[in-house]
């Protein structure tokens, strides 16, 4: 079974500083890829960044980039120089193929960010 | 606004009553997916368009449970008799379908099932 895993409920950060959720997974296949979505309050879930699990580099995008560790099935997103704007739900997300290359989401991580 | 809209917003109905939401989703995308997300989880996969073709349904989808995508453009997701265990979000996402696993997946607003 494919399954993705959030252990922080809530974070919190300064304004400016910079703030690490985690998200561990589990999956058979070799060939898949991971995802962060944003949910801000009363908004659409747009894609923060996206890692392919063939690729050793991290992913970057902008303030915001991966710690992806492949043997240890671990995916964590960095923000740096936090923004008022960055206070939302983050959710990990994997999609690892088969026939719809569905998502498999975790139970998301509520960022507060303090001005 | 990714877009991708969903209608209603918001629908409060009665325990036993029927409910039809929309998606409509970008013109190009011809993958469509319905998600599930209730209080304190993330979004639980609920079925699968590929243009007019529903191709999966999770366990999920009860019989109460019926979804459309008619020519292949937008979708309904009807719910019949609704119970109070159906209140959550209900998600659109759709995408191209051209790279595969790494396409990514277009989010609606949402449609807000509350059950009373």
């Known amino acids: 079974a494919q399954t993705v895993t959030q252990s922080q409920p809530e974070m919190s950060v300064q304004e400016a500083e910079t703030v690490t959720l985690s998200c561990t997974y589990d999956t058979s296949e070799s060939d898949y890829y991971l995802f962060w979505y944003k949910q801000p309050p009363s908004r659409q879930m747009i894609l923060v960044i996206r890692q392919e699990a063939y690729k050793q580099q991290n992913a970057t995008e902008n303030r915001f980039s991966v710690n992806f560790q492949k043997a240890a099935k671990s995916f964590s997103l960095k923000i740096s120089d936090s923004q008022l704007g960055d206070a939302a739900m983050y959710f990990c997300?994997?999609?690892?193929?088969?026939?719809?290359?569905?998502?498999?989401f975790g139970t998301g991580t509520l960022l507060a960010v303090q001005p | 606004d990714t877009g991708v809209s969903q209608n209603p917003r918001h629908k409060i109905t009665k325990r036993g009553q029927n409910v039809t939401f929309r998606c409509d989703p970008i013109?190009?995308?011809?993958?469509l997916y319905w998600y599930r997300q209730t209080l304190g989880q993330g979004p639980e996969f609920l079925t699968y368009?590929?243009?007019?073709?529903?191709?999966?349904k999770s366990r999920l989808l009860s019989d109460r449970f019926s979804a459309e995508r008619p020519k292949g453009s937008f979708s309904t997701l009807e719910i019949q008799r609704t119970e109070q265990g159906d209140s959550a979000m209900y998600l659109c996402a759709t995408k191209t379908g051209a790279g595969g696993r790494s396409d990514t997946q277009y989010f609606g607003p949402g449609t807000r099932l509350t059950v009373l």
């Open positions: 013109s190009e995308h011809n993958r």
């Open positions: 368009f590929q243009n007019e073709a529903q191709l999966e």
């Open positions: 997300a994997l999609n690892y193929g088969g026939a719809t290359n569905k998502l498999i």
